[in-house]
């Protein structure tokens, strides 16, 4: 029994730093990336996964897409979930 035990002590540690190097990390860094996908709004610029650099013109609430205007005059749907980076976050618009 005291040999099955110590035959254990190493998994368990091994799964214990796993936890605390990768694991948690990743989880808090899909946690983070949610809350900016859920936060953006009207105005900010933002970096799609592809790379493409652009301002928000509509965001529909109760929609996983966003219009985005990559040029002048030149607008595109995109999936929240392609959002990578929001650089410039707007001022709240006024109602």
């Not at 808090?28 to 953006?40: F, G, L, P």
């Not at 996964?49 to 040029?71: H, Q």
């Amino acid at each position: 029994m005291m040999s099955l035990a110590t035959n254990l002590v190493p998994f368990i540690l091994i799964f214990v730093i796993m936890w605390f190097l990768i694991i948690r990390p990743q989880q808090r860094r899909v946690k983070d990336h949610q809350e900016m996908i859920k936060n953006v709004r009207r105005g900010d610029t933002i970096v799609t996964s592809g790379g493409i650099i652009g301002k928000v013109t509509r965001v529909l609430e109760d929609s996983s897409d966003i219009e985005v205007e990559i040029a002048d005059g030149v607008k595109v749907k995109i999936a929240r979930a392609n959002i990578s980076e929001v650089r410039a976050k707007s001022e709240p618009v006024k109602a």
